[in-house]
């Protein structure tokens, strides 16, 4: 493998950083026994559950799906916005 180019600088042309410059030392850390902090319990104030009541079913949607079967959606005229076209007018989409 032929390497070209100046040795600062990697294959991608970034400078390298330098192995050799002086690192700033930190003071040697002191050793310290582990003691664990006592463990504290936080009172908190004692909230009662919702109370259980009878299964109620979902409202009846499906006249939305009838009657959304007569129109459909699509942009206004190249604006951005969207509009709602009944499906006899959808030829006239754009124009």
């Known amino acids: 493998m032929i390497i070209k180019g100046h040795m600062t600088y990697d294959q991608h042309g970034r400078k390298r950083k330098s192995k050799f ?8 850390q002191q050793w310290k026994t ?3 902090e006592p463990t504290t319990r936080r009172e908190t104030k004692e909230y009662p559950s919702a109370p259980l009541s009878e299964y109620t079913p979902a409202r009846d949607t499906s006249y939305k799906q009838k009657a959304s079967e007569k129109y459909t959606v699509s942009i206004a005229y190249n604006k951005g916005a969207y509009q709602v076209i009944p499906k006899e007018e959808v030829k006239h989409i754009g124009k």
């Open 21 to 28: 410059t002086k690192a700033v030392r930190s003071p040697a």
């Open 34 to 36: 582990y003691a664990p």
